[in-house]
C-alpha cells in the first residue's frame, strides 16, 4: 500500500516538474511550437502535448496560427497568456505609497501613488486599503482575475512575512500579511522593499543582463538588495540587505535602528533634506521635500546642487564599502533618489573610482534604475505571479 502511495505522489511531483517546465519555456521562448518544446526540454511528444493540454485549458497558454515550416504542415505557435490574469504590487514607503496591476509579464496596467508624512499605522492601512480598492476595480477581466498581493515594506521582514522592524515608520512585530489576507482572501506576500527592487531590477530592468547586482535602494531610509549568482540572497533568516545600517562614522549621530553613524544619517532622501533644512535653503517654507529640492537644482541653485553632490558622495562612501565586500558585476541605484542621477553621479562615481580597490572596478557598471520608482513594486509583483504559476502547476488531485 505504501508503495502505491509512493508511485502516485512521485507521478505527481514528476508531473508537476514537467509542467513547470514546459510553461516556463513557452513563457521565455514564445511564439513556439510543440515539437520545438519537446526538443528543447527533453520531454517526449505525447508529455508535452498532455501537459499544453492542461495548460490550455487553466487558460496560461493560447495557440495561434501556424508558425513556420521547415518541410511538411506548418505548426500551430503556443504563445504565453499574459492577462489570464492581473496582480498588485505595492510598494509601501515611508512617506509615500505607490501602487500597480500588472498583468503576468509584469506590464503595468494602472498605477496609483499617494504621499504622505508622519502618519500613522491605521492611516496608512486605510490608504493600503483604498490602493488596493482601486487597482482591483481598474483590472481588466479575465479567466484568473487577481491572483495575489505583494507588498514592499522598508523594514526587516522574516520567512513568514511578518514586519519585525520598520524603524522609519515606527512599526514593530506587525502582521500586515494576514491584515490583508483575511480582507481580500487573496495569496500575499510581504518583501523587504530593497530585495523585492533588486528582483524587480533583474527581472525587468537595468539588470537582466547581470548575474551578480547590488541594488541600492535609497529613499528616506537606504536599504540594499543582493541578487548572487543570478538569485536573490535573503540570508539564513531573511534579514540581509540592511546596509543602510552599517557605520561609516564611529560616534556619528544616533540611528533610530539604536546604532550610531549610519550609512543612511549622511546618504539618504531624509539626510539630504535634513541638511537643507539647516542650511535654511527655505526660509519661508517649513514643509519640502524632495521633489523641491530637485526643482532648485533644475533651475541652476549652487547651494541645492552642492547638498545633491555631497549626498551622491556619501553614497559612493557606503558603495565602496559593499563593492569590497560583494565584487558585484553592477550596482544599481533606486528608489525615489535615483531620480537626482544628474547631480549624484559625478561625486558617487569619483568617490568609488578614487577609493574602491582597482582590481574591484574591472568590469563593475555603476547605473541609475531604468524603471525609475516602479523597482519595488514590480519585484513583489513578479513574486506574486511566481507563487500563482506555482500553484497552478500542482496537479489537481480527485480525492475519492
Not at 501537459?51 to 511538411?72: A, Q, T
Not at 492601512?125 to 515594506?153: N, Q, R
Not at 517654507?285 to 530637485?294: E, K, N, T, V, W
Request: hydrophobic letters at 40%.
Amino acid at each position: 500500500m505504501k508503495i502505491g502511495m509512493n508511485q502516485t505522489w512521485n507521478h505527481h511531483v514528476v508531473k508537476e516538474g514537467n509542467k513547470s517546465l514546459v510553461l516556463d519555456k513557452i513563457k521565455n521562448d514564445y511564439p513556439i511550437s510543440r515539437a520545438a518544446v519537446a526538443s528543447q526540454t527533453g520531454l517526449n511528444k505525447g508529455t508535452v502535448s498532455s501537459l499544453v493540454n492542461d495548460l490550455l485549458e487553466d487558460h496560461l497558454i493560447f495557440e495561434s496560427g501556424p508558425g513556420e515550416s521547415s518541410g511538411g504542415r506548418r505548426p500551430v505557435m503556443l504563445l504565453f497568456n499574459g492577462t489570464a490574469g492581473y496582480t498588485i504590487g505595492i510598494d509601501l514607503g515611508v512617506n509615500y505609497l505607490l501602487g500597480i496591476l500588472s498583468d503576468l509579464e509584469g506590464n503595468v496596467v494602472s498605477q496609483k501613488e499617494a504621499r504622505y508624512k508622519k502618519m500613522s499605522y491605521e492611516a496608512i492601512e486605510a490608504k493600503l486599503f483604498e490602493t488596493i480598492d482601486e487597482l482591483m476595480a481598474a483590472a481588466p477581466e479575465s479567466p484568473h482575475g487577481i491572483v495575489g498581493i505583494g507588498v514592499g515594506v522598508p523594514g526587516i521582514v522574516d520567512k513568514g512575512g511578518e514586519i519585525l522592524l520598520a524603524p522609519n515608520l515606527n512599526w514593530k512585530n506587525l502582521n500586515l500579511k494576514n491584515v490583508l489576507e483575511e480582507k481580500y482572501e487573496l495569496p500575499v506576500i510581504i518583501e523587504n522593499e530593497a530585495n523585492a527592487g533588486a528582483y524587480g531590477e533583474k527581472k525587468f530592468g537595468a539588470g537582466k543582463e547581470c548575474e551578480n547586482i547590488i541594488y541600492v535602494s535609497a529613499g528616506i531610509g537606504i536599504g540594499v538588495g543582493l541578487i548572487l549568482n543570478g538569485s536573490l540572497y535573503k540570508g539564513a533568516n531573511g534579514f540581509s540587505g540592511e546596509m543602510g545600517h552599517m557605520t561609516i562614522q564611529v560616534d556619528g549621530p544616533k540611528c533610530r535602528c539604536g546604532n550610531q553613524g549610519c550609512w543612511e544619517l549622511f546618504a539618504s532622501e531624509q539626510a539630504l533634506i535634513d541638511r537643507a533644512e539647516k542650511m535654511g535653503i527655505f526660509p519661508e517654507q517649513a514643509d519640502f521635500d524632495l521633489s523641491d529640492l530637485l526643482k532648485l537644482a533644475e533651475q541652476g541653485n549652487e547651494q541645492a546642487i552642492k547638498l545633491f553632490e555631497q549626498t551622491g558622495d556619501y553614497l559612493g562612501v557606503g558603495i565602496n564599502n559593499i563593492i569590497n565586500t560583494f565584487n558585484p558585476q553592477q550596482v544599481i541605484i533606486g528608489n525615489r533618489m535615483a531620480t537626482s542621477k544628474e547631480w549624484l553621479e559625478k561625486s558617487l562615481t569619483n568617490r568609488v573610482a578614487n577609493q574602491a580597490l582597482w582590481f574591484q572596478q574591472n568590469d563593475l557598471q555603476i547605473n541609475f534604475s531604468e524603471l525609475s520608482t516602479l523597482s519595488t513594486a514590480l519585484g513583489v509583483a513578479a513574486f506574486s505571479i511566481e507563487n500563482f504559476l506555482s500553484v497552478c502547476m500542482q496537479p489537481k488531485l480527485v480525492l475519492r
